[in-house]
């Protein structure tokens, strides 16, 4: 099966869920799913494709760590179950690495741009990238200058700024990657899917100008 297949079906398959600590009825865009493992330990499930009835919890490191203490996992599995008290560290572990791994096939597949030179150009091209990619730790002047080259012809990529200079770097097998992007496609799709959901896991670097993954910088 293709990816870009996959995706489709994956899109189809999104419906509305509820999270067990707030009750509030979101869209798999702002959730994680969890299920139940044979020996009854809750298992993060990203990719949300484990057997056995999902438990969803708000794509938030705060609630999830409330979902913990406050045992909802067994609560809403009707049945005792364990969940680790570092169930978020291990979401957050995932969801980078499916993120990671997404970036490497794009660069084996060609759809990758990497360096602040090649994203600049490419956003000047007639068929410029749908994501801008920037280290979490890179220079926010750098980010604003391929926001406002994008910006200027009239184009708003969605900005993925929740990985490591490091994490890029080891990805990509290229050393010191801070700026790169992404054309359009399904893993363009899922890349900005993981990374919204991912952002609820780690500190949003405000002062260099990040933004959420759906959003440009203003």
Not at 80 to 100: F, G, P, Y
Not at 151 to 161: E, I, M, N, S, Y
Not at 174 to 197: S, T
Request: net charge neutral; aromatic share 4%.
């Amino acid at each position: 099966m293709s990816l870009a297949l996959a995706m489709r079906e994956e899109r189809e398959a999104m419906r509305e869920r509820k999270c067990i600590v707030t009750g509030e009825v979101r869209d798999d865009a702002h959730l994680v799913r969890f299920a139940v493992s044979p020996d009854g330990e809750i298992v993060p499930d990203v990719a949300a494709k484990l057997p056995g009835r999902g438990i969803w919890v708000s794509a938030e490191r705060a609630k999830l760590d409330q979902a913990v203490a406050k045992n909802l996992f067994s609560k809403a599995a009707k049945a005792n179950v364990k969940a680790s008290a570092d169930l978020s560290d291990r979401v957050e572990t995932q969801l980078a690495q499916r993120m990671l791994n997404d970036l490497g096939m794009a660069k084996r597949s060609g759809v990758l741009i990497l360096g602040f030179d090649n994203v600049a150009r490419a956003f000047q091209e007639g068929a410029p990238p749908t994501v801008l990619i920037e280290a979490a730790d890179g220079s926010a002047d750098g980010k604003r200058k391929l926001y406002a080259v994008a910006h200027a012809r009239g184009q708003k990529p969605a900005v993925v700024d929740c990985l490591s200079n490091a994490e890029l770097s080891v990805a990509l097998g290229k050393e010191n990657v801070i700026h790169a992007a992404l054309k359009a496609g399904a893993l363009a799709e899922r890349l900005i899917f993981d990374a919204g959901r991912l952002s609820g896991f780690r500190t949003v670097n405000t002062d260099a100008g990040s933004s959420p993954a759906h959003e440009g910088i203003a």
